[in-house]
């Protein structure tokens, strides 16, 4: 079986401080992604990446920041947290481009105060 | 721009009465769409893929079933544990990621 996993399933954070995101999978995938779900808005990605070191933008990349040192590993990074980043930000990873499926972690439920 | 619209919002049932997800979509060449099932508070879970129209799938008391514009969800005699969000999500020639609809919040009842 796949598995994602994130490294907390509940954060609370002051405005301004740097949050770190982790996910990571055991599965050797190629892709991973970030995702936050709000809402009415559903889900939006934020950050994929397709190999380690290489990212790529999603619809809303602003504010955030990505790592991936390692090919099961894939951060994200809140460099200076606000309110508006209150969410469920969702992690995952699939095993190559084209049409294969995205596996979902846990997910962390951000309260940024 | 790719478009997904997921068909109703919130629908309940009772135990037993069976009913369809609607999924429209839009996309310049599908590759592949999919459906999850969120429970709340948790990631989403992988149900089906599909890649071409009149293609089905099944497991349990889903079906489900695509066409060149839509794509829908069947539950057949649902029970309460099958009351979670039903997210569907295709993709395209232009990417990698999914590009998701709303969901259909589904409740039912004993």
Not at chain 2, 65 to 71: G, N
């Amino acid at each position: 079986d796949v598995k994602v996993t994130q490294s907390s399933r509940y954060l609370v954070k002051r405005t301004g401080e740097k949050v770190f995101l982790e996910c990571v999978q055991d599965m050797d995938h190629e892709n991973m992604f970030w995702y936050r779900q709000d809402p009415g808005l559903g889900l939006r990605l934020i950050y994929f990446s397709y190999d380690v070191k290489m990212k790529e933008k999603g619809d809303i990349p602003e504010g955030y920041s990505v790592s991936r040192e390692k090919k099961e590993r894939f951060s994200l990074i809140l460099e200076s947290a606000s309110t508006n980043q209150t969410s469920m930000y969702l992690c995952a990873s699939s095993f190559m481009a084209g049409v294969e499926t995205q596996y979902f972690g846990p997910g962390t439920r951000l309260l940024v105060l | 721009e790719d478009q997904v619209t997921q068909s109703p919002e919130a629908l309940r049932l009772q135990e037993g009465e069976s009913s369809s997800l609607n999924c429209s979509y839009t996309v310049s060449g599908l590759r592949g769409l999919f459906w999850y099932r969120q429970d709340p508070g948790k990631g989403p879970e992988f149900l089906f893929t599909l890649y071409s129209a009149g293609e089905e799938k099944e497991k349990e008391r889903l079906k489900a079933t695509l066409t060149k514009k839509e794509s829908f969800l069947h539950i057949t005699a649902p029970k309460p544990e099958d009351s979670a969000t039903y997210l569907c999500a295709v993709l395209s020639n232009s990417g990698y990621a999914l590009n998701f609809g709303k969901g259909t919040s589904l409740l039912v009842t004993p």
